[in-house]
């Protein structure tokens, strides 16, 4: 029989350690824990790991490999955690990140009707080993609406009011779950998304965003002071994107703690 070479494992000797190699955007079907049970989603996921100078190449195919045994996994923060590690394990390397990322839909209750609809949001779980330690990072876009408080003071009727994208990123401890930043940003907006609303459901989210006015800078701020507070976060990005509806640009803000 032929003996196919090995050219992966040859020696290379230019020097050069690459800091990330794997696969990048893997679409792969899973399911993440929510907090109604497991949902079923599919990500896009890139896979990499530090190579010393010394090795040519690494394993590909080994990367697939971890998520077809996976396949049948429920994942969360947890498993994140012990799959980065897995991972690290078999490309036989020591720092290494795994980034995941998927639509997470919620089913939401109509405020007036209470026809339930679902809302979709982009999540990304990362789980990354720099030095020997393990950090869990999550990042979510949570759209919403916002009105500016500018235009309601000086306008005889209305106030211009848009779709906003509030983007968190951060690193925590490991139990902080996407519910949560769901929950904290649409309280702190002018008004939550509906997937389906009726004409008196209508009505209520006109209202409810014109007695709740926010500038850009109001709705990060109003979000970076609750995750300040939160021991489980240890940095943090809060952006917001609000798509005017008087410009053909955007107002854009982004706070970095610390
Ligand atoms: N390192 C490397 N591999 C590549 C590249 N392009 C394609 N391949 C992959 O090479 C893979 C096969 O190599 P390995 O994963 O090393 O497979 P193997 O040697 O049979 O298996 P192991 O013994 O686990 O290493 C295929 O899955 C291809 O995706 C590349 O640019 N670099």
């Known amino acids: 029989m032929n003996v196919i070479p090995d050219v992966q494992s ?7 350690p690459i800091q990330q ?11 993440w824990a929510s907090s109604n049970g497991p949902q079923a989603t599919v990500a896009h996921l890139t896979m990499t790991v530090y190579l010393p100078a010394e090795q040519k190449g690494t394993h590909m195919s080994r990367f697939v490999q971890l998520m077809e045994d996976e396949a049948a996994t429920v994942l969360d923060a947890q498993g ?13 390397s020591a720092a290494g990140k795994l980034d995941i990322s998927f639509p997470y ?14 809302l979709d949001y982009d999540v990304r779980v990362v ?7 393990y950090h869990a990072e999550l990042q979510v876009l949570i759209p919403v609406t916002s009105l500016c408080p500018c235009s309601k003071e000086i306008s005889q009727y209305g106030a211009h009011n848009q ?16 519910d949560e930043l769901i929950d904290l940003v649409e309280e702190q907006a002018s008004c ?8 008196p459901d209508e009505k209520y989210v006109t209202e409810r965003a014109y007695e709740n006015p926010k500038f850009v800078e109001d709705m990060v701020r109003d979000v970076a002071a609750r995750l300040r507070d939160d021991a489980r976060v240890s940095q ?23």
């Open 80 to 92: 994140l955690q012990r799959l980065t590690w897995e991972m690290l394990k078999r490309l036989d």
């Open 21 to 31: 190699v794997g696969i990048k955007n893997l679409r792969f079907p899973l399911q």
């Open 105 to 118: 839909f919620r089913t939401k209750t109509a405020p007036v009707s209470g026809i339930k609809s679902l």
């Open 192 to 199: 939550q998304l509906y997937g389906l609303l009726k004409r």
């Open 127 to 133: 789980g990354t080993v720099e030095a020997g330690v």
């Open 163 to 178: 779709r906003s994208h509030v983007t968190i990123n951060l690193r925590h401890s490991g139990d902080m779950q996407i």
């Open 236 to 258: 943090f990005t809060v952006e917001s994107e609000n798509f005017e509806s008087i410009h053909n640009h955007s107002a854009y803000a982004l706070i970095q703690y610390p």
């Open 10 to 16: 040859s020696v290379d000797v230019r020097n050069l």
